[in-house]
């Protein structure tokens, strides 16, 4: 067959460079409801779908994120161009492909996906999401005047998602249900602050989710869930000792000679079913107040860490929680073993893999819980969570088995806290990350306030995420930003131009 003359054969052929960088699957598009795989969890056509890809497995996607007035307008003309250049080579040698093949049906399944030649406004943007603190220094809930000069940061820096905390400590930073306590500013509000950010927030095209401190109490002790569910709510240590029995939230001696607790304050059993109840209605209450809420998200959905870690119950050393009643003859009578502490020798655990995989499993619970109940309230609602990067560490010593989590599509994003300095322990933990089958639904978390100095760091971080294919990440926090101008305008020209370096 005759060749059509193209002037790129005039052209030398590109050299192909081996990488190691991992691209996340994309992410399918969304349908309309009509065309939406049936699922057996809620017909909502983002949620769990059978796989394209492969018989038998999953396929998971998360809804299209609001396209803001342009800040990638710089990066989506050079897209046009290789788009341009691809229907150029296309053109070239269409006629070297066997006759026959120019009708045949693509594979089923193959127009959920994006193709080469669909325009760039179809394929998903990269996310961006900012924790904005409730008592931090900004505290834009308590001051309308601050929602603006908030999401003007926000639009600077290219975000698509705001983390709103409205939940901490116990109380809520909007006006709650009656059950629930509210911080005081709330009842002498003439409107709902949160409520009022939510609506501002959609105007700018921005996604909005309730962040929500679930099993910390932070350091009150008089906190309303206490009074009202007593002390048996509270978690109790391998000693027998209560969290409130800690004097200023620290170890008592002689432990805290030898080891310290990695975040102070009190921390909800999630053993007990009371907590459990009071949790669920607060969080249903939540979704429901909101209609236009785009997420829940959780934090603090662990055990508290003690440092050094302990790598789990069975080598009888360190420190570590959920030794309280209930929780124990809860043990025993689900398992049938016999109690995992009461009469065995001082520093055994009996049974210690069996008691850490209940522990695990009661916070587990909870959030499988949480999600049922969210997302039958309001169906498409994204549910996420602030997680421990180390995964082991989770798994091992604060009964967060949030990769677990993911898998059972309990969850739909996770927020792994990369809080860290050093540029190469960055780099590991992100290739740890996307080489998962579910890495398309993990936004990595920086701590951009660690570089409010060296503002060229977290540029650089923030480009070994795009580097390694994550669809997003979330920044902490808005209050570290608007506390560092030049933090905020070096992020701010990066969003408009993502920028590619050498890996440390």
């Known amino acids: 067959m005759a060749r059509s003359p193209c002037f790129l054969r005039s052209l030398p052929p590109p050299t192909i460079r081996p990488t190691t960088r991992r691209h996340a699957r994309p992410l399918r598009p969304r349908t309309s409801a009509s065309s939406a795989p049936t699922s057996t969890r809620t017909a909502h056509p983002w949620r769990i779908v059978p796989s394209i890809e492969s018989k038998g497995s999953q396929s998971y996607r998360l809804p299209a994120l609001p396209q803001p007035s342009d800040p990638f307008r710089s990066h989506r003309i050079g897209r046009g161009l290789a788009v341009a250049l691809a229907v150029c080579l296309l053109a070239c040698v269409r006629d070297d492909l066997p006759q026959g093949t120019e009708n045949v049906a693509p594979p089923s399944g193959a127009g959920d996906r994006p193709s080469v030649g669909e325009p760039s406004a179809a394929r998903p943007r990269h996310g961006r999401g900012l924790w904005i603190l409730a008592e931090g220094t900004v505290r834009v809930l308590e001051d309308p ?57 959609h105007a700018r095209n921005l996604r909005v989710h309730a962040w929500v401190n679930v099993l910390s109490l932070s350091t009150r002790r008089d906190a309303r869930l206490i009074r009202d569910l007593g002390p048996s709510a509270i978690l109790v240590d391998r000693v027998g000792r209560s969290l409130l029995d800690y004097p200023d939230f620290d170890l008592p001696e002689p432990d805290r000679r030898y080891y310290r607790m990695g975040t102070r304050g009190l921390y909800l ?54 030794y309280g009643d209930e929780a124990r003859a809860r043990y025993r009578a689900e398992t049938g073993n016999p109690d995992p502490i009461e009469g065995a020798s001082p520093g055994v655990v009996r049974n210690a893999n069996d008691w850490d995989r209940w522990r695990r499993r009661q916070v587990t619970e909870l959030v499988s819980a949480i999600s049922s109940d969210v997302h039958a309230a309001r169906p498409g609602l994204i549910l996420s969570a602030a997680v421990i990067p180390y995964v082991d560490r989770a798994y091992l010593s604060l009964a967060q088995d949030w990769r677990q989590w993911l898998e059972s599509g309990a969850l739909d994003l996770a927020i792994p806290m990369i809080y860290t300095r050093d540029d190469r322990l960055f780099r590991y933990q992100l290739e740890t990350f996307a080489g998962w089958a579910d890495a398309e639904r993990i936004w990595p978390g920086i701590g951009v306030w660690l570089f409010a100095r060296d503002p060229e760091r977290a540029r650089g971080q923030l480009a070994l995420v795009r580097q390694n294919g994550f669809p997003g990440e979330v920044l902490f926090s808005d209050d570290a930003l608007a506390g560092a101008p030049g933090l905020l305008d070096r992020l701010a020209r990066e969003s408009q131009t993502p920028p590619v370096v050498a890996l440390p």
């Open 269 to 322: 059993d999630p053993a007990s079913i009371a907590v459990r109840e009071r949790l669920r209605a607060t969080f249903r209450d939540l979704v429901e107040r909101y209609p236009r809420l785009d997420g829940l998200h959780l934090d603090y959905i662990r055990h508290p860490g003690v440092l050094p870690f302990s790598p789990g119950s069975r080598f009888g050393v360190g420190l570590d929680f959920g």
């Open 145 to 201: 005047a601050r929602v603006e000069p908030l999401l003007d940061r926000a639009e600077r820096l290219g975000a698509s998602d705001l983390f709103v905390q409205v939940y901490r400590g116990g109380r809520a930073f909007y006006p709650a249900a009656p059950f629930v306590e509210r911080a005081a500013f709330v009842d002498l509000a003439v409107s709902d602050r949160f409520g009022d950010l939510l609506a501002a927030a």
